[in-house]
């Protein structure tokens, strides 16, 4: 058993993750995947670059997988926000590697690009979505995508989000989800804002941190 199977992930997964060099899980990933598995909202304080995907995304490939159904037509059953296209990149290509071979659809919607493509790409409905917030809601205001049966819901950098003008996207987001759902939210720092969207978006949610707010991810290296 490796270390990631003692956070409740299956063998499978953990084999998988294996092959990509995830072995050892980073504080962040240790704190929040057992939490995540429970069923919990979560607000996880942790910097850009400590592995926050793998800490919402692994355990969130695994209970989508559990269930084994397939979406609706126009229906996303996850939704992973985040404030620009590159990250929503780099979410996306992660969890490519997560869901490897299995059923489960992952798909990413970004402004820059078609927005008929986009929509026609949603119709079939996707397991995992992930999107910047303004282009989401251009979908879901030309019913391309609906999020009523939306059953987890990510917010990734949402202090980036708030810094780069989405609060009002966010709250918009918020009215269209069912209130039965799984909320993780993970920020760098925690701007007095934060407090509203916390409010709106999670339910009696258990904290984890894994760094001082402020200091420099682990790996990352400043130089002056």
């Known amino acids: 058993m490796n ?5 409740g992930l299956s063998e499978k997964l953990a084999e998988r993750i ?14 929040s995947i057992p939490s995540v598995l429970e069923g919990r909202d ?20 695994q209970m989508l997988n559990a269930t ?7 229906t996303a059953r996850a939704l992973i926000l985040a404030p620009t296209r590159e990250l929503v990149r780099q979410i ?12 489960l659809k992952v798909s990413m919607v970004v402004g820059g690009q078609s927005l008929g493509a986009q929509s026609k790409r949603m119709e079939r409905g996707t397991d995992i979505l992930v999107a910047t917030p303004g282009r989401l809601i251009d979908l879901c205001d030309r019913r391309a995508i609906s999020l009523a049966e939306t059953q987890f819901l990510v917010l990734d950098e949402a202090d980036q989000m708030l810094d780069m003008g989405f609060i009002h996207a966010l709250r ?20 007095k804002l934060m407090s509203e969207i916390a409010n709106s978006y999670l339910n009696d949610p258990i904290r984890v941190q894994a760094a001082p ?3 420099v991810a682990d790996k990352v290296t400043q130089v002056i």
């Open 18 to 31: 294996a092959e990509f060099g995830l072995k050892d899980p980073t504080p962040i990933q240790a704190k």
């Open 68 to 74: 084994g159904t397939k979406p609706t037509p126009k």
């Open 3 to 7: 270390y990631f199977q003692e956070l």
């Open 213 to 215: 707010p402020g200091k």
């Open 92 to 103: 996306y290509e992660n969890l490519i590697k997560f869901v490897g071979k299995s059923h």
């Open 42 to 61: 979560l607000m996880g304080l942790a910097q850009t670059g400590t592995g926050k995907t793998a800490a919402f995304g692994l355990p969130l490939v």
């Open 172 to 191: 918009q987001i918020a009215k269209m989800l069912p209130e039965q759902r799984q909320t993780l939210l993970f920020s760098a720092t925690m701007p």
